[in-house]
Each structure stands twice: as C-alpha cells, then as structure tokens.
C-alpha cells in the first residue's frame, strides 16, 4: 500500500477529489480515530489497573491500534492529496520500534533481570548462535549455560564439585533443541494464535487451547536431527553401558528461579530406557502447554517466548527412601532444618500423595534432632523393571517408624548446610538415598517464603477468645501457608471438578496435587486431607499468599460445597460463616499481590507505554507539529486527526466544490454554523444565510432542540476560581491558534432528511456528532465525540468522566481516554434516536466551559446527578 500511494502522488500533478470522495476518506478517518481512541483507552485501563492480563488480550488491543493507525494515516494521505505521505513512513518506524519489544527473548543473556525491558534499544539481545550445542553432559554444566539449559539443570551442574555432594550423571537437551521444533513449520505463530483470544478466567477455554497447542507440536513431526541428537546425547553420556534408567525432567529458564519456582508443573517422566527417550523428551517439552503451566505463566506475568525448555535426562537412582530439605521454615515459625522423606521414590512428597514423616533438625553441622512427626504412608513407589514406575503397599507401622537413620540425618544436614553456604540463600533441595545407602541430590533451588502478612494488630489476638465467639466447623491439621480466606467451599472429587471452580471459592480436596496449581488464579485457599508442607502446591501457594491448611485428615468430608466458611491457617482453624472480626483483623496486613506488576510482561507492556501514549505534539500552529515530531501512535492519531479538519475546514471555507451546497444558519444562538446540503437536508433556498425554518434534516433539528433547552447559558461567565482563571489566561497566552477557538468559530453541520455530522469547536473543545435517524433500526446509530477545555488536565478529565457517566446513563456505549470521550449508541429506533439527539444537544450546551468548574472530583457526581434530573446547567450548583 506504502508503494502504491508513493508511486500515486510521485508525480507533481495533483488528482483533483471531489467533495464527496474527500467526504468519504474524511468519514473513514473520523470512524478509524474513533476505534483508535477505544484500543488507547482500554490498553490504558488494562496496563494501568495493576490487573492480571494475558500476552493475547494486550496484543490483540494493540494490533488493533496499530491497524487504525495505519489505516488512519492513509486515508489522510489520500485525502490531503499526497501532502502527508511521510506520515506513514514515521508511524513504521514508532511500530517498528515498539515491536522489537515483543519479540521472543530467545538468547537474552540478561533475560527477565533486565530492569527496564527497553529491548528496541538493546545490545544484548542476539539470535540463538548456531554455534551453540544441542546437548552439554551433566559433568561440565554449570551457571554459565543456564542461558542454554535453564535454571535447575546448571544449578545441579554447578553443586557436582562442592565436597560431599553426589549427583546423578546424565545430559542436558538445550533450548536450541526446542527452538528448532518451534521454528519449524513455524509452530510459534500458530501457537500464538491458539492463545490470542483466550478468556483465562474461563479454564476449559484454556485447557482446550492447551491441548490444540500440544497437538499442534505433536502433529507437525520432528525435523528429522531432532531424534538422532536426542539418541546421541545418550549414547555419548552412558556409552555401551546397557539398559540405563533415566528420570527426564524439564529445565525451562527461569524454572526454579528465585521469583518463579513451576514447581510440579512440567512432566516429569521417571524411569525411562533408551527405547523410550524420544517419547519421554516431547512429553517433557510439551508440558510447557499444560494448563497448570500456561495458568502459572498468565499468573505470575511471564510469556512462554521467554523461557524456552531445555531438557535434563539424569540416571535413575534406585531409591531406598527419598524426599524434600528446606534449610529454613518457609514460614518463620521454627529454627532450623526440615527435612521430610518417604520410603521409595521422594516423588509422592511434592506431588501431596502421602503425607511424609517430618524431622526438624538443628541447623548445625552437629544435627541435633528437635522433633521428629511420624507419617502417614499406605505404598510406596519404585521403578519397575522395565519402563515406568510401581506401587507398593507398605506395612502401616512404617510410616511410624523413622526412615532416617542419625547417620542419614548428619549427612543430609552437612550437604545441605554446603549448598546453602554456596549460594548464599536459603535451599529446597530434592534428595534421595539409594539402595546402598549413598545420598544424592537430585534438585536444589532458591526457597521461597511467605509473603508477609503479619503486622502488629494481628498480632495482638486472643485465639480462645475467638474460639468461644465463633463456631468452629474444623481444628486441626498443618499450615502448609499462612494467612486468612473467607468465601465459600468448593469440593473437589475430580480432577475434571477443576473447570467448574468459582473465582473467589475455597478449594477443598483430598490431597493438595499439584494440578490444583491451575486455579491458582480463582482460589482464595486451599484446604485438604493430605499432603505436604514442602509440595509443589504448597509452594506455589507461598509464592502467591495463598493460605494453604493440609494433612487435616478428614476436612473433606465434614466440609461440602456451598458452605460459606473463614479458614485461618496460622491457627489451623476453619469457622463457619464469615468471621468479620478475624477479618478485620489481617485486612490492613494480608498480603496485596503486586508482583504482576513487577513481572517481565508487565515490565515490557511498561516500556511499550512510551511509544503508545505520551502525546508530544499538543500545539498546532508550532513548526513541530509535523509528521517528523511523532514519536508515539498517539501523536500520530493527533496529528492526523488535526490535519484531517484543516483540511476539511479549509476546503468548506474556501466553498470552491461546485458539488456543495453550503449555508449559513442564522438563529439565536452564537454559534456560527455552515451547513452543507447533502440532499434533502435544506428547503430550497437561493440565499446563503437560512434560519432553522429551511431546515428538514430532523437529526439536526432534534440537536437544535437540545440546543435551546431552557437553562443553557449560551453566553457570559462561569463561576470560576483562580486556578480556573490562571489556566484559562495560560492557554490563551501559549496557545497559538487561539484566535480560531473563540466561540464564534466556524462550526459545520453536513446534513441529508435523516443524516447529520455535526464538527465544532466551543471555545477550547473540539465535538464531532455523526446520527442516522431513519425508519429502518439496524441501521440507526449515533457516534458522539469530545475532547479538550481550557482547563488543567485534571479537570478536564473530570469533565470528561462526567460527560462518559452521563452517556452512559442515556445507554451509550462510552470510553474515556484523558480528556478525549468517544461514546456510540446503535440498533434504536427513530424515535429513540432523535430523543437522544435532543439529550446530546443539552449535554453540549450544558458542559460548555465547565471544566474550569470542576474543582474536586465530587463536583462530577454533582454535575451527573443535576444534569440527569433535569439541570441544563447544573455547573452553576456544583459546591467549592
């Protein structure tokens, strides 16, 4: 299109438009800056509110926005004749700017560290070198290929030479493997499409996009190197060795990271043989998509570009006993170490299918034992001899019974106390303990703590005292994650049960597994039978101040959906009903989650902001309102929108289309009005000076009628304030076009029998009126336009909010963005739309210079309430 319109206006002789195809590219322009005005306004409201918002709602706003934009700059091209064609050229550079932004972050060594997100300016950011491997053995990863093999495989890598520590051998696939299949049939933008409209408070909506995404991957097919660098990591790694197990975890960046644990939400895949690998990796890197993992991702504000999957593939360790170290109580409330274990597979721990024995150690290197919990374990896991794992029963008085020796608890500690000194952090390590009675660690990352919700008034409660005010419905459990919930219980039996979750809800369940992590959104807390204070839900609730009561025993069957019910973790209480008192109690202290704003797709919609909003050219008449000067999208839609109403002003002034018929109306009211006949608008009439008796146009008639709603005062001062009065003197001083802003401005009404398009300016605010009033309903509409004042912005905006409310009230369809309102109403009969008319008509005599009025903003509710009962001129009661 761009070389279209150069090779039409290369030539130095201009195509002469008639009025009507400028009409026609006018119109568009108005419509397209109307549309542009609304993506503005909802992108503002969504980046502004702090909200969770998905990657595909805010690019689909802004493709929207960037589309009319475009469209908005080439109709202005083709109206002006050419004159602005570098318009285009500066808008293609401000969107080429802003999406380098939004471009994946493959190969980022800074990646989501990055303070500012300001990629269109970045000399980091690189394409992913082909130079890169697609496998690195365990033995020389470390923290310098976390780019390559994400956070858990080079933190494992990096402990392998610290003394006393064992890990398993085994490789890592990086993220050059995955990007491969990504790129390949180019899955990426079909992905991206799958999630682009999806509603994430809708979960079977997200689970269906999920599946069509994993499909997507599995039907495309490999490329053909994929397999044969996935067997040969393995071979390179065991060599001939036979038949070697081996457990393929998932290693995305970011995972395991000290802000973002995905704990439990990728695939893990245990005890798989070579025959099976090729399987197991897919499995693995499609989990990405899974609904906890994209849920996890909306959540925490992460888009899934920036953490590519790497793959790690360690050997199976033929566990005796295994489980979960925290070298500090996530909570706070105990010094010390806990350590909790299973006999078998440490898997069941984070997955809260058992409830594991709990030791809580000295944190020395001397391991004294403070207390030791029993458990309560019916099997346990183990690897089968071929492929995949089996279930065990187990004696019941072994869940009683120590699995950990003194021995094993001294070795455990003085590793664990090594890896903590080491990375200068608290740790949650995963551990296992084989056959022969050799410790490996299978997984250490960065521990998470509760988000702090304590103050010095929640601390002075009486718990008996609230236990004899309230009925207890349940006492008892553990706190997996501390705090306060009140809403009402939801019962889940069924893993399908998760779709039908109400936002708000209480989630009550057997065991606390980690698929629970895609509600993470909708939940308020989580009550269960069993599970574990160290699982992947009971830290992924942490991370998010979600309270979390566990090990209850039988909490599921004494609570049922519907209940209305306070749960109080700290205290391991649940009370019936909601305990306003307790509420009251932690309101000023509970955690408020802000971390989405200050998550990496925030960050990056933060830095986009500065090509989007920021209106620079607020002056016309100055050298710099030009095309060069744009430096957002919404100096572009300004300066467009100005320069398309000199153009069209100037051409009605100039009255040299011989296809117009242009009339000045003469009537009581100051406003220096042309209207052009576009057809049965006017009785005939051979002078140029006409009253409202010639016109036919009931549109404009019905305007008029408002216009002339007692009350209005057309003329003379407003009660203003000094502030008022210094802003008024200030825009006229520095305003360079102020002389065509006067009340008598020219203002042009196009008009037919059932059409109007009405432009003014009154005073310093520009309006737009577009309506069809005919007998036909589908067809009726009318789009109203406001923006400006005289006034500081503040009360323009107040203005701007009152005339939204009040549109609103007359059942439009509004936006506000600033002092700019675009409101539109459609489907109404004649009748309804002519009454509106009149409403409008009023409504522009009544807000004339009341911005200046407005000095607080209660004077909004005043000047909504007064107008709609009846006050045309309800600026005159507002309150100082």
């Known amino acids: 299109m761009l070389k279209f319109l150069n090779i039409l206006f290369s030539n130095k002789k201009k195509h002469t438009l008639t009025f009507k195809k400028k009409f026609q590219y006018f119109q568009a322009l108005l419509s ?3 549309d542009a005005h609304k993506y503005l306004s909802e992108l503002g409201e969504i980046l502004l509110s702090g909200k969770h918002f998905s990657k595909g709602q805010v690019t689909k706003l802004f493709h929207g926005l960037a589309g009319r934009t475009e469209f908005i700059c080439k109709q202005l ?99 050059r493997l995955f990007e491969d299949i990504m790129l390949n049939d180019n899955i990426r933008e079909k992905k991206n499409k799958i999630f682009y409209d999806v509603d994430f408070q809708d979960l079977s909506e997200v689970q269906k996009a999920c599946v069509q995404a994993q499909q997507l991957i599995l039907s495309s097919g490999l490329p053909p190197h994929i397999e044969e660098i996935i067997l040969k990591a393995y071979e390179d790694t065991f060599g001939s060795e036979p038949n070697v197990k081996l457990a393929v975890r998932s290693s995305a960046r970011g995972e395991d990271s ?24 897919i499995e693995v890197l499609i989990s990405k998509y899974s609904l906890e993992s994209v849920i996890y991702r909306y959540y925490t504000g992460l888009r899934d570009e920036d953490m590519p999957m790497s793959v790690g593939c360690i050997r199976m360790i033929n566990s005796q006993c295994g489980g979960v170290l925290f070298t500090a109580d996530p909570s706070g409330k105990h010094d010390g170490i806990i350590i ?29 034992l403070i207390s030791f919990k029993p458990g309560q374990q019916v099997f346990k896991t183990i690897p089968n001899v071929s492929d995949g794992l089996a279930k065990v029963s187990i004696m019941p008085h072994l869940s009683i019974e120590p699995c950990l020796q003194s021995e094993n608890i001294k070795e455990l500690v003085n590793v664990a106390i090594t890896i903590e000194e080491y990375f200068n952090y608290p740790q949650d390590i995963e551990w296992s303990i084989d056959s022969n009675g050799k410790l490996y660690i299978l997984q250490t990352r960065p521990l998470i703590f509760e988000k702090e919700h304590i103050n010095e008034k929640s601390l002075n409660y009486d718990i008996k005292d609230l236990d004899k005010k309230y009925e207890i419905l349940f006492n008892g459990g553990e706190c997996a994650s501390r705090g306060v919930a009140h809403g009402k219980v939801f019962v889940i039996d069924k893993l399908k049960d998760i779709k039908e979750f109400p936002k ?70 649940v009370y019936k009903g909601k305990v306003e008192e307790i509420m009251d109690l932690f309101k000023s202290s509970t955690y408020e989650d802000d971390s989405f704003m200050n998550s990496p797709l925030y960050r990056i919609w933060h830095s986009m902001t500065k090509f ?31 320069s398309a109403m000199r153009e069209m002003f100037s051409l009605y002034e100039n009255s040299q289309d011989s296809n117009s018929d242009t009339h000045h109306l003469k009537f009581e009211i100051p406003l220096d009005i042309y209207m052009i006949d576009l057809g049965n608008g006017l009785k005939e009439c051979n002078s140029i000076n006409v009253t409202t008796e010639y016109i036919l146009s009931e549109p404009f008639l019905a305007l008029i009628k408002g216009w002339k709603s007692p009350g209005i005062r057309w003329g003379g001062p407003l009660p203003v304030d000094f502030k008022g009065f210094a802003n008024i003197m200030y825009t006229n001083i520095n ?49 109203f336009h406001f923006r400006g004042g005289a006034a500081d912005f503040t009360r323009r905006v107040r203005r701007a909010t009152a005339i939204r409310r009040i549109l609103e009230s007359l059942n439009f369809t509004a936006f506000r963005n600033d002092d700019n309102v675009v409101a539109k109403i459609m489907n109404v009969d004649k009748e309804s739309i002519l009454n509106l008319l009149c409403e409008v008509g009023r409504l522009m005599g009544a807000i004339r210079n009341t911005d200046v009025t407005m000095l607080n903003d209660k004077n909004i509710d005043e000047f909504v309430q007064y107008f709609l009962e009846g006050d045309s001129a309800p600026a005159l009661r507002l309150s100082k």
């Open 32 to 34: 397209a800056n109307d």
């Open 77 to 175: 091209i083709l109206l002006s004749n050419g004159k602005y064609i570098d318009l285009l050229d500066k808008f293609k550079e401000i969107e080429s700017n802003s999406s380098k932004l939004l471009n994946a972050h493959v190969y980022c060594p800074i990646g989501w560290n990055c303070k500012d997100m300001n990629c269109s300016d970045c000399k980091e950011q690189q394409n992913l070198p082909e130079s890169q491997p697609y496998f690195i053995n365990l033995y020389d990863a470390g923290s310098s290929n976390e780019i390559l093999i994400g956070s858990k495989m080079s933190r494992l890598g990096e402990i392998r030479h610290l003394p006393g520590i064992n890990i398993p051998d085994g490789f890592c696939l990086t993220v």
């Open 258 to 281: 000290a802000h973002y644990s995905f704990a439990g939400l990728h695939r893990t895949e245990l005890n798989i043989g070579k025959s099976n690998l090729i399987d197991a990796v």
């Open 340 to 368: 909790q274990a299973v006999r078998g597979l440490g898997s069941i721990v984070v997955e809260g299918k058992a409830q594991p024995q709990e030791y809580l150690v000295e944190h020395s290197r001397e391991a004294e």
């Open 504 to 573: 708000g809800a209480i989630l009550v369940a057997k065991r606390n597994i980690p698929e629970f992590a895609s509600l993470i959104h909708k939940l308020s807390a989580v009550i269960t039978n069993i599970g574990s204070t160290t699982g992947h839900l009971s830290i992924i609730a942490r991370e998010s101040g979600i309270p979390v009561l566990t090990n209850t025993v039988n909490a599921a069957s004494i609570l049922k959906t519907g209940d209305e019910i306070t749960v109080f973790t700290d205290e391991k209480r």
């Open 612 to 642: 989007i909003f920021k209106l620079n050219l607020t002056k016309m008449n100055v050298p710099n309102f030009a095309p060069n000067y744009c430096e957002t999208i919404h100096d572009v839609i300004r300066f467009s929108h100005e």
């Open 735 to 783: 305003d360079a076009s102020k002389t065509e802003r006067n009340i008598g401005s020219r203002s042009y009404a196009l008009i037919s029998r059932d059409y109007l398009n009405f432009f003014s300016r009154l005073g310093y605010h520009f309006s737009r009126l577009d309506a069809l009033a005919s007998d036909e309903i589908h067809s009726n509409y009318i789009n």
